[in-house]
């Protein structure tokens, strides 16, 4: 075993001289790649010689990033990265052949398999202007969660949501892709801009590489490429437009947050772009000073924009080459949209869309890297990219949770999380910016041929409920100033929605009261949904959780929560499976694939007339301090966090 500490390395980023020095522990015998390989790696950050060590000091603040390729790590080593982290350095990590799991998943990293044949590897050509042609054997792909320590309330009563901000994020520079084109694992990572408010305080990390593979030979090109990425002190946080959907004719604004990590001033280059089919429409060019940590800038668009779908893209250069990227979008819409889109009814017991009996095939969803934040800071990006794989696969309806926008800061306060200072003040009713990311969720829908689903009364701010959770909240169906509140809230969704095709309402998830309360629950959905009918809006009602066979009469259709297939309770509504639970972990892929093979053959034959998995996608953003985000996880079906498929996706059962 040998360590390696490299330093008194000087550099120039805009003009400004930085020191970036890296120490690496090594092990010849577990590393999946040579020393020459590492030392490639090392001299790109040099133009000297490299000093030899035996020991790791404890003393590691004066270096900006770790090196490792060892595994079997000792006690005392893993004590010493852990701290080394969380003073807020960065990583680059070689898998090596034999590695602690544990101890990788205490630093926010997973591995999986990668399961298929024929594998190439295709590189991200927004960071490698010219496309690597170098092949290596990868077997396990690595994603990366969003934090690591910090201590987390258990939730209870139904939230599973505690503390919980996206506080990474990555970017994945080369791709496991099978002979169908198909995504399946990440072999080399780059992650970036993360804030860990509960260990790091007022340190911003350096960006992380996670590499996987062996046998692999990088041309020195390759290095300094990677080098010149890790070097530069600018990550961008957020791009966005001021709304995520506009009217036709109205003005566009982009806002863009950049982190500058150095602790001075750093001069930073970049590229806005605003691309429709693929084509640039509308760009900015920007050269200026960044102050230290992070930087907030608008832009007034000065275009006219036709309705339709528009990709944000900014780059940021160093020397002529991009080292930071991130994507978001924004749509325009013009009345017409409205009757764009799936007509969905009921005929007696089945299901209708667009007129054609169907079996109504579905799945739960939240974007992977941001979660139920969807619904304060939207990456349109990629939830358009999820829907159209959705549409792909042959699903037909999505259902989302709403968050109203108040709760995030009801809940936290309720815990009484520091978390809550992160979060915007909000009214219980939602303000015409939050009614435009709702808007942007249906019209992406619609754009993708997909129904939309959305349970209302879940996750509601103390006006409209409890907010601290669901389970057995009876107040909001027997406090009458709240459902006043609630009422309100109906009315403009009402107005706002009743011409809007493909929208099906879901009232409260999971209620789960007490038998005796049936009544009242009965009660409160025939005032809602009068609420509803009374404005126009005649879209389809149901209640998600079996708490609805009890009230199958007020509704429109029967969900049933299961994580077994029986025979679907009789009914004259149909009856769909609304939640299907099939949780494994990430080593247990090819069971999952199993299982839900054999569970879709037997719908088939049952007399359900839906079924929506639990669901769409891992979640990167999760922490693992509880048994519930645990289980979140493993109930993640189709895609991992990074968008790559498992074994399940490749079904495509449904066409």
Known sequence: IFLIVYGGVKFKISSAEKETKLICLYDETTSAVSKGEITKLLNSFNESHIDWKKILKDDLENYDYLVLSKG????????????????????????????????????????????????????????????????????RGVLVKTGFAGSIKRPDKGNVFPERIPVRDFTVLSKVIDKGNNFLGSSVVLVKHWLNPWDIKDKTPKKWLLISGQGFNFERSFYQQIAQVLKQPFVIKDLRASYPIYENGEDVELALEVFNLNMRNEQGEFLIEVLNQDEVIYSVYNKRKFIPGLNELSFKVKKEFKPGFYELKCSFYSEGRVVDYFKNAFLVKDKSWDDQGIDFKIKKDKFLINGKRSFLWGVNYYESSRGELMWLWPNLYRINQDFKLMNKLGFKI???????????????????????EFFPDKKYLPCEEDLRILDSTIYLAKLNDLIVCFDLFTLVP??????????????????????????EFVKILAQRYKNVKGITWDLWNEPRIPEEMIPQLKQWVGVIIQEFRKNGDNHLITLGGNDSLYIENELDYISIHSERIDIAPLSSKPVIIQEFWLDEDLNKE?????????????????????????????????????????????????????????????LLFFK
């Open 72 to 139: 079997n790590l000792t006690q005392t080593e893993e004590e010493i990265i852990f701290k080394f982290l969380k003073s807020g350095a960065g990583l680059v990590l070689f898998l090596p052949k034999i590695y602690n799991d544990d101890f990788l998943k205490k630093i926010g990293i997973r591995t999986y398999k990668i399961y298929g044949d024929d594998l190439r590897i295709e590189w991200n050509d927004e960071i490698f202007q010219n496309p690597l042609q170098v092949e290596y054997v990868t077997s």
């Open 590 to 650: 090819q069971i999952q694939f199993d299982d839900l093979q054999e569970i879709i053959t037997d719908l088939k034959v049952s007399n359900y007339q839906g079924f929506m998995p639990w669901q769409w996608t891992r979640q990167s953003r999760l922490w693992d301090q509880s048994e519930p985000e645990k289980w979140d996880d493993d109930l993640g079906l189709f895609l991992r966090e990074d968008s790559s498929f498992k074994p399940t996706t490749n």
């Open 462 to 487: 103390h006006e409209l409920g409890n907010p601290s959770g669901w389970i057995s909240m009876d107040e909001r169906i027997t406090d009458k100033e709240k459902i006043k509140h609630q009422l």
């Open 398 to 420: 999505v259902r989302i949770h709403y968050h109203h926008p108040k709760w995030f800061e009801d809940y936290l306060s309720i815990i009484d999380s520091k978390m809550a």
